[in-house]
């Protein structure tokens, strides 16, 4: 971890009206500095009197200094990657946000505060302003009130707050204590503080080397420390206490890490995904025929006692909905695709939307004939095209193929190239198609959850 350590000194308390006129930046590792940049700045106003006679800076020695937007470069490269630390750091961050605001950048960064860190870190201070809390701790200021000694104290005190170790990372990182929160063992935290918050796949290792799981998420780290955390189920458990390794590859794309999940754990068959049910489909629309001949649809938790799916679905409610916009449209009956029960005919046929299926007046060739459409309509089309989705960086993107309406596979080509469909046809890795695949192809297809789709016909 890298903090970018800064003070500033400005015309002003009001980060609205007024503006900076001095500021430095210590880079520190966590260990010592390892960089650092300090410039007056004209801040193209007047500097009142008593702020001269506070921090020594006049207008005469900021005439010919660089003015920010000449600056702006230097601090966003000083700050890169770093974490935003100030004495006070609401007042130096709000002032250097609102000078790239009006530059139209956005400055956005996560900020610690020694004020707040060291009345929990170092209590019983009667003060924690800066000049009073290094003068009981013996920190020497060499330029009280100017950008760099302020800053260089600031350093001084960050580093004492640094000695604090556990008790520091659960100030300074609220969201990695909550994630380490019910992990015992020292092993896997350090697998867990070693993971990418990015979309992949994950795969889990014993000791003896041997895979035992793989896994999908938007955020490998969280789902992750999930499973590290997890006390719930024999299988659960006995799984946590075999994970010795963390392996991951990034996806950028959330639909690739699902196919590529799904292609990994056929491929390699880990013991704990053959003893769980995949959960990302738990309800299925399933056909069948009644006793008078007519396919009747009914919404059911997957199981195999229920046959192959029509389609799959996350939850009850997202096939409903679908169900519900496709019934005037292929002219379905209510009380067939199991949306109402009665023991006469549908509501829809009771105000003339529904051709009397549900009590045998219309013939079941001619129902079935566009129920049948409807069940089509969750097939991949015989046609071949690529979908675009999110790459691992913003300069790349996700391909994924499908020709003559049959899964090719996936991989990456570079984001200026995607209107080539000779690369984009060279960029793909091969993958079977099965089942399953075209269940996730389906699901993403009919929700839109990706960029944009390219025709390949």
């Known amino acids: 971890m890298r903090y970018a350590i800064i003070d500033i000194e400005t015309t002003g308390g009001n980060h609205r009206t007024e503006r900076i006129t001095e500021i430095a930046i210590y880079v520190h590792d966590g260990e010592k500095i390892v960089d650092e940049y300090a410039t007056l700045i004209n801040p193209e106003k007047h500097i009142p009197p008593f702020i001269s006679g506070l921090t ?129 063992d020292e092993a896997h935290k350090t697998i867990i503080n070693s993971l990418p918050e990015k979309v992949g796949v994950y795969y889990f290792f014993d000791d003896d080397k041997k895979l035992i799981y793989i896994g999908k998420s938007l955020n490998v780290k969280q789902r992750v420390a999930q499973h590290l955390r997890n006390n719930k189920g024999k299988k659960s458990i006995e799984m946590k206490a075999r994970i010795a390794e963390v392996h991951f590859e990034l996806t950028g794309s959330e639909l690739v890490a699902l196919l590529l999940e799904s292609a990994e ?49 996350t939850n009850k409610d997202e096939v409903q909905n679908n169900i519900y916009k496709q019934i005037e449209k292929y ?22 939307k529904c051709n009397g299926a ?8 001619e129902y079935n004939k566009r129920a049948l459409e409807f069940i089509q309509s969750f097939k991949l089309k015989p046609t071949s095209f690529f979908i675009v989705d999110k790459g691992k960086n913003d300069s790349e ?15 990456c080509i570079d984001a200026e190239l995607v209107e080539n469909k000779e690369l984009m046809t060279d960029c793909i890795k091969k993958h079977a198609d099965n089942r399953d695949v075209q269940h996730i192809l389906n699901s993403f297809i009919r929700n839109r959850k990706f960029e944009t789709l390219i025709e390949n016909d």
């Open 56 to 184: 020594g800076i006049t207008n005469q020695m900021v005439e010919n200094a660089p003015k920010f937007f000449e600056v702006a470069k230097e601090i966003v490269l000083k700050t890169e990657d770093t974490i935003f630390v100030a004495h006070n750091a609401n007042f130096d961050y709000s002032f250097i946000k609102n000078e790239f605001k009006q530059l139209g950048f956005n400055f956005n960064k996560k900020t610690l505060d020694t004020v707040r860190l060291s009345r929990k870190l170092l209590p019983g201070h009667a003060s924690y302003s800066l000049g009073k809390i290094c003068n009981d701790l013996g920190i020497k200021i060499n330029g009280r009130h100017r950008a760099a000694g302020d800053a260089l104290a600031t350093v001084k005190l960050f580093e004492i707050l640094l000695s604090k170790n556990e008790d520091f990372e659960v100030l300074a990182n609220p969201e990695k204590y909550k994630l380490l929160k019910g992990i015992d």
């Open 265 to 313: 754990i056929k491929k390699y068959q880990p013991i704990y995904n053959r003893s769980q049910r995949r959960t990302l489909y738990s309800y299925g629309l399933y056909s069948s025929y009644n006793l008078h001949g007519y396919i009747e649809l009914k919404i059911e938790k997957i199981s195999n006692k229920h046959g192959e799916p029509v389609a799959t679905f």
């Open 331 to 352: 002219n379905l009956c209510q009380k067939l695709c199991g949306l109402y029960k009665s023991e006469s005919g549908c509501f829809h046929y009771g105000i003339k």
């Open 358 to 365: 549900c009590i045998q007046k219309e013939s079941n060739i």
């Open 397 to 411: 993107k996700a391909i994924i193929q499908i020709c003559n309406g049959k899964y090719m596979g996936f991989g």
